[in-house]
């Protein structure tokens, strides 16, 4: 009942940025959590960051607390997951999903996109 569709994924250089976004379509409501996850190749899929729909609060994995920033334009139904001080180690397949927020599980999964990083 809920779709999710990542768009901006890519290469980018070590030191550079990316903004990737996710467009939220279908029966959605504002008591919504928004998380990213990545999974590197040969790796666990893990946490990245999140953001509650309605009231903006948001929480990040220490791996990339400070270097990457999400919001939503909740005109639009989308959600930004920017970006900086990219390195090799961010290269994954970078995921958008959301929950419930009174919930713990993240039932709706988009596509996935694939970030590179080069050095």
């Known amino acids: 009942q809920v779709q999710l569709v990542e768009s901006g994924g890519g290469l980018v250089q070590a030191g550079g940025s990316l903004r990737l976004s996710c467009a939220v379509s279908g029966r959605t409501f504002s008591w919504y959590t928004v998380g990213w996850f990545r999974q590197a190749p040969g790796k666990e899929r893990e946490f990245v960051i999140s953001i509650s729909w309605a009231g903006g609060s948001t929480t990040y994995a220490d791996s990339v607390k400070g270097r990457f920033t999400i919001s939503r334009d909740n005109a639009k139904n989308t959600v930004y997951l920017q970006m900086n001080s990219l390195t090799p180690e961010d290269t994954a397949v970078y995921y958008c999903?959301?929950?419930?927020?009174?919930?713990?599980?993240?039932?709706?999964w988009g596509q996935g996109t694939q970030v590179t990083v080069s050095s």
């Open positions: 999903a959301v929950r419930r927020s009174t919930v713990s599980e993240y039932n709706y």
